[in-house]
Every structure is written in C-alpha cells, then in structure tokens.
C-alpha cells in the first residue's frame, strides 16, 4: 500500500513538474524576466520612494501580462513553430498542450496581470500593458509573415515596459518615460535584425520575414543594422545635454553604445553569420548597461 501511494506521489509529482515546464515555456520565463526588470527600472526611477509592495506587484502584473503575450503568440504561430527547429518542441506543435488550454492559461494571466496593474497603481499603466499585448500578439505577430514591417511595429511593445513602470510610479507620460521609450524602440531593430539573421534559415521555412532586405542577409541589412546601432551614441550624448541624466549615466550609455556598435561595424565590414551572432549578444548587454547606469546615476 506504502509503495503505491510512493508510485502515485511520484507520477503526480512528474506530471505536475512536465506541466509547469509547459507553461513556462509557453510565458517565455527568461524573456519575460527581462521586461520585468525594464519596467522595474523605469518605477525605480521616477518613484518618489521605493515600495517593495509596489515593485513586487509590477513585477507579477508584468509577467503576467508578458506571458500571455507569448502564449498568445505560440497560440497563433503553433503550425509555424512545428516547422523551426528552435521551436518545434514547444508545447502547442509537440502535442503536449491543446489550443483550449493554452488560451485558457493566455487569458487567465492576460486578466490577472491587466487587474493587477490597473488596480494598484493607475489605469494609464494597465491601459499601456494592455496596448502592448495587443500590438505584440495580434499585430505584430500576424505581420511577421508579411511583411518586414513587423519589426517596426514589434518594437513598440519591445520598448514599453520601462514607460510602463515609470506611469506606475507618477501615474502620467512624462518626458523621461518618453525618453526611456525612445531609447529602448530605437534598440529594439538591430536587436530583432541580429536575431533573424542568425535565425534566418529557420525563419525561411516558416515564411517569416524580418531582415529589412529582400535580400536578407546581406550588405543592405547590416546597413541597417549599423545605422539604428550607431543612432543609440548621438541620442545618449543628446539627452545628457538637455539633462535628463547626469555623468554617471551618459558613461553607462556610452560604454554601452560603444560595445554593440563595434561588432555592428564588423558586421558591415564582413557579413557572416558569426558577426551577426556578435552583434545579437551585444544587444543583449546594451539594455541592462544601460539601464542600470541610469538608475545609479539617479541615486547618486
């Protein structure tokens, strides 16, 4: 009797841990941790004092939201994902989860995020988070098969969670929620670039189009690539003139630019796939650089 209520622990136990990883991979935990941390920074701020209530809320309204976005992108791109090698064994085109239940745990999140944020701090923040789930899951991810556009419009939800945490800590779009807006959206197409290009034979079978070349991966593109990079440098010294930030930030900034431009060049220079791989992990270092200078700059 000991051994099967063992055998029943242990089988609910397994059937319960395969689920969570489900769902994890369906809210995407690591992309969904770095829009917290950007809307983290963006209340961190502007808040006249650091709640740690209030920064636990966002936290959860944010992954919340964050992670029926993705879900309600896997839901609308499961033929497509069962086509990608990096995707295939997601839970919708492995089979491991059906459409009812993924939209069920897509909108159960989508209301308890949107609740959430709208509840306990104001209804501009829950009205941005829910512009930006719109956009992202039923924009942006149709586009993606369309037209190189999508990236344009991606980036507008890529680039609202740092706005999206400064109105929850002042309640209003002010002028440095703007500029973290702006910094973050003028990120985001070298950032995306990098990616389809590194991904671009397996985004080729799933007739996704994000390079903005016809010609994919080629001069043109790194063009592009190099164009939106280098614009970080002239917008960071340009809004430390106008005093948005002070010293400590516009080095961060700085440093930051300078890391993602360098291999941006290279790319340029020698379009290659291993270039293109540089210049995504370089973007994956600009944003908490840059942020994190900006939020010692404000203590100091």
């Not at 920064?55 to 309204?61: A, P």
């Not at 829950?126 to 789930?133: D, E, F, K, M, Q």
């Not at 002042?170 to 389809?196: E, R």
């Amino acid at each position: 009797m000991n051994n099967g209520n063992r055998d029943i622990s242990i089988s609910f136990k397994h059937v319960l841990s395969a689920k969570l990883s489900d769902v994890a991979q369906l809210y995407k935990v690591r992309l969904g941790s770095l829009v917290v941390f950007s809307s983290v920074i963006g209340y961190m701020l502007l808040a006249p004092a650091w709640d740690m209530l209030s920064i636990f809320m966002l936290s959860i309204g944010g992954f919340l939201v964050t992670g029926a976005s993705n879900t309600f992108n896997q839901i609308f791109e499961k033929d497509v994902d069962a086509l990608m090698e990096r995707t295939k064994d997601r839970p919708l085109p492995a089979g491991r989860m059906t459409l009812v239940e993924s939209s069920l745990w897509a909108g159960i999140a989508a209301v308890i995020g949107l609740v959430i944020l709208t509840v306990f701090f104001n209804v501009a923040t829950g009205l941005l988070s829910a512009i930006s789930l719109i956009i992202y899951s039923f924009i942006y991810t149709p586009l993606k098969r369309v037209h190189p556009i999508a990236v344009f419009v991606g980036a507008i939800p890529g680039a609202l969670p740092p706005m999206i945490g400064a109105v929850a800590a002042t309640g209003f779009v002010g002028d440095m929620a703007l500029n973290l807006f702006a910094l973050q959206f003028v990120w985001q197409f070298p950032h995306f670039w990098a990616i389809a290009w590194y991904a671009y034979d397996d985004y080729q079978k799933a007739g996704i189009m994000l390079l903005p070349s016809k010609g994919g991966k080629n001069k043109n593109s790194a063009l592009n690539i190099l164009i939106y990079t280098a614009t970080l440098l002239p917008m960071t010294i340009v809004l430390y003139l106008l005093g948005y930030y002070q010293l400590i930030a516009l080095i961060a900034l700085v440093v930051a630019a300078v890391i993602f431009l360098l291999p941006a060049i290279k790319l340029y220079r020698e379009t290659s796939d291993v270039n293109a791989r540089k210049v995504m992990f370089a973007s994956f270092m600009y944003l908490p650089v840059a942020l994190i200078g900006l939020l010692i700059d404000s203590i100091f």
